[in-house]
């Protein structure tokens, strides 16, 4: 009698992959997600993440194959991809923010011919205690056979893992850490969105110009993200620093980390190949107080594989005065870009800068929870204590991978 193959996950196991392997889960992702790209410009992008892009040099990007424990050369049955970004943690009870690092999973993918066996759920279930201190995770199930040798030299132990589910709240809380503790939980405050309508300019003279700015604001560039991280850096740890941790532990990305601010807008032009170089990619509205702090709104004109819109990433100090004026500025560009719609998350449902952006009832906002299928659901895996119950605390797209 043949044992079918989610009765025999005991033989598999979990390793960083070799460049064969790693050609596997490209072409596996090439067959889900090739955004209208040939294989050699999918595969281009691909090399290009590894060999050049902040957030894939030195470690920081590493693909993951579930693979025979008696050929761990051999075929991928499952991968995924790991990011490597820098963060904090502030813990239970705790006054003291410590430094650490989160990882982001992307593209889980299983080869067609390997679908609706259990290898991604087992792939990511072994992921975790790869990622994980060993000391704060549940003892590796017996069940599940040997534990895989840890990759510790490439893999640094994290606080805590994220992800964004486009198949549902609930499969990759499935992808346990052992037989009773979940892996990645959705919340469904962290996963508020809010969609508007663009409003292309009528007129050119009376609409504004993105070359025409007012005095205290400018345009920010790709050149402009590294001492723009080390700003919203200090705000991101003077933030958790305030935080209220009397019922559980939080962590959260450093927007300093190495090409976190940049991948969602470079990812997204380097996957449609496009020739336009040096598009904006934020504003600045200066703080008319020297010790004030400026407003600074981060944006990615394309990136297919979140949607369709143009993409607000990052808020920062947006006050609801200057909003209307804000995203007139924003429609020249979305407009030319080709948008009819604007996208930006984790506002919340009821605030004063969701009021106001409500308010404008010309463009037409929907504000609420994202969508089961598609909607990049945020989940959160703790790698501290079960008693902690660490919870991520940043949300916006700049944290998507």
């Known amino acids: 009698m043949t044992v079918p ?39 281009a992008v691909d090399r290009r993440e590894r060999a050049e892009a902040e957030w894939g040099i030195d470690g920081r990007l590493l693909t993951w194959a579930l693979v025979r424990k008696d050929d761990l050369e051999g075929d991928t049955y499952a991968g995924c991809e790991t990011y490597r970004w820098n ?46 201190p060993s ?3 549940p003892p590796f199930p017996e069940s599940w056979g040997a534990p895989p040798p840890l990759s510790a030299k490439t893999v640094p132990e994290a606080i805590g893992s994220i992800l964004w589910s486009d198949v549902g709240s609930t499969f990759y809380s499935r992808c346990r850490m052992s037989l009773h503790r979940p892996g990645w939980s959705v919340k469904d405050s962290q996963n508020t969105e809010l969609v508007w309508k663009i409003l292309p300019p009528s007129s050119k003279s009376t609409s ?5 700015l007012e005095d205290s604001w400018e345009w920010l560039y790709e050149t402009d993200l590294t001492s723009i991280g080390e700003e919203l850096s200090a705000a991101v740890k003077h ?38 170089i040096n598009q904006p990619i934020g504003l600045r509205i200066k703080s008319p107080s020297p010790t004030g702090e400026d407003t600074i709104v981060l944006f990615a004109l394309h990136n ?8 607000i990433t990052c808020i920062h100090n947006l006050i609801p005065a200057q909003l209307p004026a804000v995203l007139r500025v924003l429609d020249v560009l979305a407009a030319q870009a080709g948008h009819k719609e604007g996208w930006v998350w984790d506002l919340g ?22 969508q089961e299928s598609g909607g990049h659901l945020l989940g959160t895996a703790w790698y501290g204590t079960e008693e902690e119950e660490g919870q991520v605390m940043e949300g916006e797209m700049w944290t998507w991978c």
């Open 304 to 311: 297919g594989s979140i949607g369709a819109r143009f993409l």
């Open 208 to 212: 504004p110009s993105i070359d025409q």
């Open 239 to 276: 933030r958790i620093q305030r935080t209220d941790t009397t019922e559980r532990s939080v962590f959260v990305q450093d927007p300093a980390s190495p090409g976190i601010l940049s991948f969602v807008p470079l990812i997204g032009s380097w996957n449609r190949l496009s020739k336009r």
């Open 87 to 132: 963060g904090w943690v502030k813990r239970k009870r705790s006054d003291k923010v410590d430094d650490g690092y989160i990882y982001g999973i992307a593209s889980v993918v299983t080869p067609k011919q390997h679908l609706r066996n259990g290898y991604a759920t087992r792939l990511l279930s072994l992921l975790h205690h790869q990622l994980g």
């Open 5 to 43: 193959p989610q009765d025999r996950l005991v033989e598999y196991t979990i390793r960083v992959a070799n460049p064969a392997q790693e050609v596997q889960h490209a072409k596996a992702r090439f067959v889900m997600w090739s955004n209208n790209l040939s294989w050699d410009d999918f595969w």
């Open 135 to 137: 000391s704060t995770l």
């Open 349 to 370: 449902l009821s605030n004063d800068l969701v009021h106001a952006w409500s308010g404008l009832t010309e463009r037409e906002v929907v504000v609420g929870r994202r």
